[in-house]
């Protein structure tokens, strides 16, 4: 089974903690994460049920934050652009991804919280949690290739979003102020896998057939495939 790790290493015990969780998304025991990741402690992340649940909104009680994490359909790149253009506040609370290099919902979610957790130790590379957690989905130390490499492009027709805010109700607004200035819903299913999509991630994240077979040895192909890439956002952590 693959390994979720997220933590940041820092001196003293407080470098120790790590987070983890398998990418079925169920509740997981305390293991040993490959590579070099001991042990780590299991984050409990509730399941997604269906399209636009309730359950794409967080509540990240160690930072006192709520994040949603979802995407929409066939979404033109002007309309997205000038939403974050015209929307000042919003932009440092809000973050679009190029769908099509999501490894699912997992991924943001771990994204989302080193970006918190280096705000909260004061390592953050970048100004926004917006950004910050660019820079960790994209698992590449600048800021500006993490954006070449995840954020929006003309191409773009579907795409995924983060939103932070205090509050569910803070958060759930903003979502819709996105999903009515795009006049579309949230659609979960653009970050979910298919042959096609894995293909694309496994080029962009670098990731081997040799690695990719080694760890679906204990699950399936796109299983491993979110286990791998998440392994590079916390390795990412030890980096910065």
């Not at 992340?45 to 990240?60: C, D, E, Q, T």
């Not at 160690?62 to 932009?91: C, D, H, M, P, W």
């Not at 130390?141 to 509050?167: D, H």
């Amino acid at each position: 089974m693959g390994c979720f790790s997220l933590g940041r290493q820092r001196n003293g015990n407080k470098n120790r903690r790590r987070q983890q969780r398998t990418a079925d998304g169920e509740q997981g025991d305390r293991e040993a994460c490959k590579g070099g990741f001991a042990s780590a402690t299991s984050r409990n992340i509730p399941k997604r049920h269906g399209v636009a649940s309730k359950n794409m909104l967080y509540y990240i009680e160690e930072y006192l934050k709520t994040v949603a994490i979802t995407g929409y359909k066939n979404v033109k790149f002007l309309s997205a652009e000038t939403f974050l253009k015209t929307s000042r506040q919003q932009v440092q609370q809000i973050q679009f991804f190029d769908a099509s290099l999501i490894a699912s919902w997992q991924h943001l979610y771990f994204a989302a919280i080193n970006a918190l957790q280096s705000f909260h130790a004061g390592t953050n590379v970048s100004k926004s949690l917006a950004v910050e957690t660019i820079l960790y989905a994209s698992a590449v130390r600048q800021i500006q290739k993490a954006i070449r490499l995840l954020g929006i492009k003309p191409s773009t027709a579907s795409v995924a979003i983060v939103v932070f805010g205090e509050t569910r109700e803070e958060v759930a607004g903003l979502l819709d102020q996105v999903s009515r200035y795009l006049d579309t819903a949230p659609d979960d299913a653009v970050l979910e896998l298919d042959e096609v999509k894995a293909a694309k991630i496994r080029e962009a994240f670098n990731i081997a057939d040799q690695e990719l077979r080694t760890v679906s040895k204990s699950s399936d192909s796109n299983v491993a495939l979110v286990s791998l890439v998440v392994e590079r956002v916390a390795l990412l952590a030890t980096q910065l």
